[in-house]
């Protein structure tokens, strides 16, 4: 049985996550598990629990947690590597870009900063088979990539950063709908009644963008509600978290905070934090979780619990 504050946090998944002391893991959404699988959630969805919490404030990450947004860091990576390198990159054929695309998809999960899918799409083209060594050891196969190819991150930063840009000025609408909202999200969040902030490591201005276009919001660049650019993330998110428990709001109300992240090791960070003792922390796990991370939240669960969407959407809209 789960408490009614895990029912509403499961509002932006599809059903089941694993309690893990302070740590939860939301399952993957059951369209991506078996029929059986989806027949036993339904099985499971009781009624509204009851809970004596004083308040619940959100506070979700956006890439893997609110968007898929794979398909653009992916696309943009292979077409602005094929300009910076084009003696590497020449003219692709179509199996050869479809193969790239799926090695990036899968690799996608151990990506921090935007920049390293520049890295990762020349890797995949240069490399075949090394989209293992990526997601085992992506920390100390990025600058050893670097070094051996004699480029300075920064320069490649500030590339990408500018081609990724441009294509925002010049083809917001086809950058828009690389963009995939998860089901269920938009409208749980627009009939929420609980304060919800975003915390990600994405740049403000395209933050802000997937907000008005996706979620129909106007937020003003000085809104409250949004903390960008949070790398590295586990520190920044930890301070993010620090700075949210402060306000009046949440400690008037004695509120718990729902934090949600798709990589394990921020979830793992915030929840081994002293100062955030009332923080519930949750791993995502409807895209981008790395196998690895998903096999170890999982070894150290002690109880399994599922819920239906539709019941968990209730919750969070009352």
């Known amino acids: 049985m789960i408490c009614n504050h895990q029912a509403k946090i499961q509002a932006v998944c599809k059903h089941t996550f694993i309690p893990v002391k302070r740590l939860r893991v939301l399952r993957r959404p059951v369209s991506e598990r078996s029929q059986q699988a989806s027949r036993r959630c339904r099985r499971c969805a009781d009624g509204p629990i009851q809970t004596k919490a004083a308040g619940d404030v959100f506070a979700l990450d956006f890439d893997g947690v609110m968007v898929d947004s794979e398909p653009e860091i992916s696309s943009s990576a292979v077409a602005a590597a094929a300009e910076y390198w084009p003696e590497q990159f020449g003219n692709l054929d179509q199996a050869t870009h479809d193969q790239m695309r799926r090695d990036m998809r899968q690799v996608r999960p151990v990506l921090v900063n935007g920049v390293e ?12 088979g090394c989209v293992d060594s990526i997601i085992q050891d992506w920390q100390s196969v990025l600058p050893a990539t670097l070094n051996k190819w004699k480029i300075e991150q920064k320069d490649l930063q500030i590339f990408f950063e500018d081609f990724r840009n441009n294509l925002l000025q010049n083809k917001e609408d086809e950058w828009v709908k690389r963009h995939v909202m998860y089901p269920g999200l938009e409208e749980t969040l627009k009939a929420c009644k ?3 902030y975003i915390v990600t490591s994405r740049a403000k201005h395209r933050t802000l963008k997937l907000v008005d276009a996706m979620l129909d919001m106007q937020w003003p660049e000085d809104t409250p509600r949004l903390y960008c650019k949070l790398l590295p993330p586990n520190q920044r ?11 009046p709001m949440v400690k008037e109300q004695n509120a718990t905070i729902h934090f949600v992240d798709d990589r394990y090791e921020t979830v793992k960070a915030v929840a081994g934090e002293p100062s955030l003792s009332k923080v519930q922390v949750y791993m995502a796990d409807w895209f981008v979780t790395a196998h690895s991370a998903w096999e170890e939240a999982c070894s150290v ?5 599922q819920h239906s969407a539709q019941s968990t959407f209730s ?4």
């Open 237 to 247: 998110k930890i301070e993010t978290l620090q700075e949210i428990l402060a306000k």
């Open 117 to 128: 899918a520049l890295v990762m799409a020349r890797m995949v083209l240069e490399e075949p």
């Open 194 to 196: 609980y304060p919800w």
């Open 301 to 305: 669960a002690s109880d399994v619990s």
């Open 315 to 318: 919750q969070l809209q009352v």
